[in-house]
């Protein structure tokens, strides 16, 4: 048993109300724990540090060597190089963080071998086909490569229909099909993309005649990553995210066809695979700190209660489940969708932790103050459709006031001060 030098309170203090130092306990030898951090509204509001931030990674910075005493990693909906979010995190906190410590939406469709010798469409904005590329995607197009092979679909563009009015010109014959497409965030002209992409759809990758029944057509494979509807960067209210061109894709789909689109795989918060690759990634870390005995415990700090919170509290439900299995002697299942299973890979770490925290801060997405007001009824769901709205998934572990709070609160609760 550990023995507490001082009485503290739940909240991190002690009980005059003066900050826990780190001498309080005896702490353990090593940690058994990870910590999450979200970007965007925990970290950073776009490219500007919060102050909470860095007096928060202070905190789990060695006193003497100026190094992380507790593995750590970056999970972000957004869609950047992993280097250079990796960069940026490093300059903000002036702590060490390599491109593996980063998460990004896309970043577990390294698991979804079975596409990377396909030809994909990539759905994106900058760096889209690098990061394609990145993750084991091999064969990849763009839109503009579609618009360019067939420029007789794309008449929402104006300019495109002026342009070939006169002289209609004929289709590349010699494009091979896409065979999936991978969506990792939103394009640049939604209209434009929208079309072709319904295009695509109802013939099988090879848009050169229309089908004959939408009903006969074999919807080609679709990985969709990041659902967010909505996410925060220096406005003052939330901006659509890649969840909102979701919305129009599978509105559009079902009005023309009759028919659900269906994703073969969704990646990205809040789906259990991200937290599956999380965990990976931190046992990553530890080990690479010469840590030794595997993890027991993640904590994920998000500001998003859809996404962050209800990701991490379907990955505790998920956990939960493979352990009652495995404890019972039995073959670890979970009953998970198809879009949402997580595909056995020897490139994982083998599985340790057994539950997982989340603890929600208030400089982001989630307003304390307004949404406290809010009740149930009056509360509009943004999850993505394939996710089932379950209130009960978007209360946290924890409410705190900022990422500072969060830690303090971990680390006290771990005696690892």
């Known amino acids: 048993m550990r023995d507490r030098a001082s009485t503290y309170s739940d909240d991190g203090y002690n009980t005059d109300g003066s900050d826990v130092s780190r001498d309080t306990f005896y702490t353990k030898v090593e940690p058994d724990f990870g910590i999450l951090f979200d970007v965007d509204g925990v970290l950073a509001r776009g490219s500007k540090p919060l102050d909470p931030a860095v007096q928060a990674i202070q905190l789990l910075k060695n006193s003497t060597s100026g190094e992380l005493r507790v593995p750590i990693g970056f999970v972000t909906n957004a869609t950047n190089r992993s280097c250079d979010k990796a960069a940026q995190i490093q300059k903000w906190f002036g702590i ?16 979804l071998t079975k596409y990377h010798d396909k030809h994909v469409l990539v759905i994106g904005q900058e760096h889209r086909i690098e990061i394609a590329e990145e993750l084991g995607f091999e064969n990849t197009c763009t839109i503009d490569d579609v618009r360019d092979a067939y420029p007789l679909l794309d008449m929402v563009d104006h300019d495109n229909r002026r342009a070939i009015a006169s002289n209609p010109p004929s289709d590349n014959s010699n494009f091979p099909a896409v065979e999936a497409i991978l969506m990792i965030g939103e394009p640049t002209k939604w209209e434009s993309c929208l079309q072709l992409l319904i295009d695509l759809l109802v013939t099988e990758g090879k848009p050169t005649s229309a089908p004959s029944s939408f009903k006969t057509v074999k919807q080609l494979p679709i990985i969709a990553c990041n659902m967010d509807l909505v996410f925060m960067a220096e406005a003052c209210m939330p901006r659509f995210g890649h969840g909102a061109f979701l919305v ?44 030794q005995q595997p993890l027991r415990k993640l904590y994920f700090i998000g500001d998003n209660p859809n996404v962050d919170i209800a990701g991490a509290n379907l990955y505790d439900r998920y956990l939960k489940q493979i352990w009652y299995h495995k404890e019972n002697g039995n073959e670890p299942i979970s009953d998970l969708p198809s879009s949402r299973a997580i595909p056995s890979s020897s490139k994982l770490s083998e599985q340790s932790v057994r539950e997982m925290d989340s603890l929600l801060v208030g400089t982001g997405v989630y307003n304390h103050e307004k949404e406290g007001q809010t009740t149930t009824e009056d509360c509009v769901y943004h999850g993505h459709r394939d996710i089932a709205h379950e209130p009960d998934l978007y209360k946290p572990t924890k409410f705190v006031d900022n990422v500072y709070h969060a830690i303090q609160h971990i680390l006290t609760e771990e005696q690892y001060l």
């Open 96 to 111: 060490k963080v390599t491109p593996e410590m980063v998460i990004h939406a896309p970043t577990p469709a390294r698991l």
């Open 248 to 291: 129009c894709l599978e509105a559009l789909y079902k009005k023309l066809t009759g028919q659900d689109l269906e994703y073969t795989a969704l990646v990205g918060k809040p789906c259990e695979i991200t937290y599956r690759y999380a965990e990976h990634t931190v046992a990553m870390v530890a080990k690479k700190m010469g840590f």
